[in-house]
């Protein structure tokens, strides 16, 4: 890269200083065609020469008479002569030459050229115009300027010319020392080229972390190849919070707009991705972006001690959350089962021991008692008005959860859904976030007995749910401040990437459906007269079987079957 600056700069020099070279010459040129010029017009202007070259002018008609005729000394001795080379004397000149109007000399430097005809056409100047012109005569290579001298008291009757000029040698040594002056500040600009030509070498090596163009080159290839064939997202940011790197994975996860050169705040990410942007070195956050559930991580970058940005990754965990919420229904019923196992089988014990012993009234009876609390009654009340099968698994596994918990799940009294779900990861995601928070905020309630009540209802192809607590309600101030991504009331677990983003999620995927959730209620602790009913068993719960709590209502538009 050096080498080829400085050859770049040699060659722009050499080439202005060519152009500089070739204007200088012709400026030089016309600046001595035209000082000669004034002196040929200075002398062709004498009042002297004038009426000297009208008289040598009308003597030419004459036999025998005019300035070819006229001997060298009186023509040395004449106005002519006397003007020409004191004109000559002052300006330095080569020569300052005067004619009649057949071109023969009345004015020379050289004594024994006059009354003889120019070496060179005067036909020009003897026509009435100014002549400058670069030629050979018997002095030499000159640039001379030629004018003509007009009859005293005329302008336009011309007797003569003057002629004035200077030997080219004149012309070139001038030339030489501006081309030497030039050369010293061409000197000049070269060093100082050169030397800025080295600072940007420099400059470019530190910029480009020491890579060579090449290298540079098969760096940017082996970048797209990597970046657009994982299927994380990466988006680079510089120290500037501007995007360096951003592909394709992270424009469809984070930011559409997502492009080099924009500022990090142009880009809409949520609070949450902002803040693992704000703080890089931070372990795997979830974050919910639209309907997404991404798992983002982020860390400073440096090279050579230097930092160079914040590098972050982006992986979209929306599937596997949604079957691990399917996972953790199936567990729960799994379990559920498993407990109702071993309940039946110890009450076929029982009936089998009855029958035995031959107690077949008390096996009767016991029969009887069985299946009027069988396992469906027995598990859930009330969940015989949910005719969809999903949505009855999936409140049975909840109640089962629930139990092992010490929290007693009911269905609420205005529970009626006849239809069929056509939607029903999106309302398990939805209902089970918020029932999992009734279930933990039932459990470390103070109210006893902890209880969660779901209550659902369909409209059309609307479904309305409603969650409520027996837990300590919502203490953070605002109450709404729940739904804010990266908020939560659970202190007392850990978990990997961090809490607060069930309730965002449930609210983005309600809203992305035309509905919503809402906190109809924040409910609060009991008071001390409740607290006071609880420590002698006397209190009652208020406000409908579930009462002092937290209460969320949810509306998703389109989740059941049309027609239903």
Request: proline share 4%; with cysteine.
């Amino acid at each position: 890269m050096l080498v080829s600056q400085c050859a770049v700069v040699a060659v722009t020099l050499a080439a202005a200083f060519a152009a500089f070279a070739y204007s200088n010459e012709h400026r030089l040129d016309r600046e001595y065609q035209l000082r000669a010029l004034a002196v040929a017009r200075t002398v062709a202007a004498e009042p002297s020469v004038r009426r000297a070259a009208a008289a040598y002018s009308a003597a030419n008609d004459r036999a025998g008479g005019g300035a070819a005729h006229t001997s060298r000394a009186a023509l040395a001795a004449g106005p002519a002569q006397t003007a020409a080379e004191a004109a000559r004397a002052r300006t330095g000149f080569l020569f300052v030459v005067v004619t009649d109007d057949r071109g023969i000399r009345l004015a020379h430097p050289e004594r024994a050229q006059l009354g003889r005809r120019v070496s060179t056409d005067p036909s020009g100047a003897l026509s009435g115009h100014e002549v400058l012109a670069r030629h050979r005569a018997h002095l030499g290579d000159e640039v001379v300027a030629k004018v003509p001298v007009y009859a005293p008291g005329s302008a336009t009757e011309v007797v003569g010319e003057a002629n004035a000029g200077l030997a080219v040698s004149a012309v070139r040594a001038q030339f030489l020392r501006v081309l030497l002056g030039g050369l010293g500040w061409l000197a000049v600009a070269l060093l100082l080229g050169v030397a800025a030509s080295a600072l940007l070498a420099r400059r470019w090596k530190r910029l480009t972390l020491g890579l060579e163009p090449e290298e540079l080159a098969g760096l940017v290839q082996e970048q797209e190849a990597v970046l657009h064939g994982i299927g994380e997202g990466v988006l680079a940011l510089d120290t500037g919070g501007r995007v360096t790197v951003v592909n394709d994975e992270a424009r469809r996860l984070l930011a559409p707009a997502a492009a080099p050169g924009r500022h990090v705040g142009e880009l809409g990410l949520t609070p949450r991705v902002a803040e693992v942007l704000r703080g890089p070195g931070r372990g795997p956050v979830m974050a919910a972006v639209g309907e997404r559930v991404l798992v983002v991580s982020s860390r400073t970058v440096r090279r050579d001690g230097r930092e160079l940005g914040t590098l972050l990754t982006v992986q979209d965990r929306t599937d596997v959350e949604s079957l691990t919420r399917q996972l953790d229904a199936v567990q729960a019923m799994s379990s559920a089962l498993r407990a109702q196992r071993h309940e039946f089988a110890n009450r076929l014990h029982v009936v089998s021991a009855l029958a035995h012993g031959g107690h077949l009234t008390e096996t009767t009876e016991y029969i009887d008692t069985i299946l009027g609390t069988g396992p469906l009654g027995e598990a859930l009340p009330g969940v015989e008005a949910v005719s969809d099968s999903y949505l009855r698994a999936f409140l049975s596994a909840k109640a089962a959860q629930a139990r092992e918990s010490g929290v007693t799940l009911v269905v609420g009294g205005g529970t009626w859904v006849a239809g069929t779900l056509a939607a029903p990861v999106d309302v398990t995601t939805v209902s089970g976030n918020l029932v999992d928070n009734a279930i933990e905020a039932a459990r470390h309630g103070r109210r006893t007995p902890a209880l969660v009540e779901v209550e659902l209802m369909t409209e059309g192809s609307t479904l309305l749910i409603t969650v409520a607590d027996s837990g300590d309600g919502v203490t953070l101030s605002p109450a709404r401040d729940v739904f804010r991504e990266g908020v939560s009331t659970k202190h007392h677990a850990s978990v990997v990437g961090g809490r607060g983003i069930g309730l965002a999620l449930a609210r983005q995927i309600a809203r992305a459906r035309g509905g919503d959730v809402y906190l109809a209620e924040p409910g609060g602790p009991p008071s001390a007269a409740e607290l006071a009913g609880l420590s002698d068993g006397t209190a009652g719960r208020t406000g409908g079987p579930v009462g002092g709590g937290a209460v969320f209502v949810v509306r998703l538009h389109d989740v059941m079957e049309a027609g239903t």
